[in-house]
Nanobody, 123 residues
Framework: QVQLVESGGGLVQAGGSLRLSCAAS????????MGWFRQAPGKEREFVAA????????SYADSVKGRFTISRDNAKNTVYLQMNSLKPEDTGVYYC????????????????WGQGTQVTVSS
């Protein structure tokens, strides 16, 4: 089992930036990738971005391409999500997930989840 702790959420105005962090502990060697998903009020959870631990290969949802960047620090077992040019539609609870592999956007491949961190973008 992998334990995940997210941080960095908050309230920001449209056009602003936030950086989310996800620290992993436990059996991290069992996870091939780390992903970020989000859930807006009244909507289903959706894929945002993911990264493969070893190769650094990344994948992004079309809605965040060019604005969000996922990165990892293997030594710290931590994954980051840099979010720029935020829009009100980016509002939601952001979840970090471990496990995965291809396709990186497939939620069912992730078997460990964090508690989520709220991101609110005001217009």
């Amino acid at each position: 089992q992998v334990q995940l702790v997210e941080s960095g959420g908050g309230l920001v105005q449209a056009g602003g930036s936030l950086r989310l962090s996800c620290a992993a502990s436990g059996r991290t060697f069992t996870s091939a990738a780390m992903g970020w998903f989000r859930q807006a009020p009244g909507k289903e959870r959706e894929f945002v971005a993911a990264i493969v631990w070893g190769s650094g290969r990344t994948s992004y949802a079309d809605s965040v391409k060019g604005r969000f960047t996922i990165s990892r620090d293997n030594a710290k077992n931590t994954v980051y999500l840099q979010m720029n040019s935020l829009k009100p539609e980016d509002t939601g609870v952001y979840y970090c997930a471990a496990g995965g592999i291809f396709p990186l956007y497939s939620e069912s491949l992730y078997d460990s989840w964090g508690q989520g961190t709220q991101v609110t973008v005001s217009s």
